[in-house]
């Protein structure tokens, strides 16, 4: 079964830092990886969507990497911001399973200091 | 506006009860999905529809029931068998099954 881990758990930086979330899946038959954001008691909101074809994908100050073959996904977030401060969680969609759900980390819970 | 609603935000619920969560898009999305949060763990799947009068259980589908009477709407029946269903219920829809998921805002439902 497909497991999804994202290290750390949890990062405190200064603003105005570059940093790098991870993200590693145990089964590489995947169809995309979705990172999102959540703000405390929010919903999800969707930041990028890599399809297992694309090697990465850039937002704004967001860009994603993505290697199936190696099982890892990086989230970069250039020049962070207090309002980057949000828990980020990556998402994978297993290859021919159909119109079934994401499989999700438990997130990284950053927090930007001012 | 093109989204997703939840409704209530909050809602409780007395032990023996059911009760029904509400989830509408205007995002003319096929497929839709309902998941659960819990503190310290990752989003698990409760039901998904690909397709109007369709629906699959996912991952953790005991307790619950859904319906898909419309595109539009799928809503969530958490049932008295739910042993343990206080969480965050976040709904989900995607234009198919293999694109991008937008979420709506969640309900938090707390059992008294």
């Known amino acids: 079964k497909q497991e999804v881990t994202q290290i750390p758990a949890a990062l405190s930086v200064p603003e105005g830092e570059n940093l790098v979330l991870n993200c590693s899946f145990t089964?590489?038959?995947?169809?995309?990886l979705q990172w999102f954001r959540q703000d405390p008691g929010k919903g999800l909101t969707s930041l990028l969507l890599i399809q297992s074809s694309q090697r990465e994908q850039t937002s704004g100050r967001l860009n994603a990497s993505l290697d199936k073959s190696s099982g890892r996904s990086t989230l970069y977030i250039a020049a962070s911001q207090p309002g980057d401060s949000a828990t980020y969680l990556c998402?994978?969609?297993?290859?021919?399973?159909?119109?079934?759900?994401?499989?999700f980390g438990k997130g990284t819970h950053l927090i930007i200091q001012p | 506006d093109g989204g997703i609603t939840q409704s209530p935000k909050y809602l409780f619920r007395k032990e023996g009860q059911n009760v029904t969560l509400s989830c509408e898009q205007n995002?003319?999305?096929?497929?839709m999905y309902w998941y659960r949060q819990d503190p310290g763990q990752g989003l698990r799947l409760i039901y998904y529809s690909q397709i109007v009068n369709d629906f699959q259980k996912g991952d953790i589908a005991e307790g619950y029931s859904v319906s898909r009477e419309k595109k539009e709407s799928f809503p969530l029946t958490v049932t008295s068998a739910q042993k343990n269903p206080t969480a965050f219920y976040l709904c989900?829809?995607?234009?198919?099954?293999?694109?991008?998921?937008?979420f709506g805002p969640g309900t938090r439902l707390t059992v008294l």
């Open positions: 995002l003319n999305h096929d497929a």
């Open positions: 989900a829809s995607s234009n198919d099954w293999y694109n991008e998921q937008f």
């Open positions: 998402a994978v969609r297993v290859a021919g399973g159909g119109a079934d759900g994401l499989t």
């Open positions: 089964d590489s038959a995947i169809y995309n």
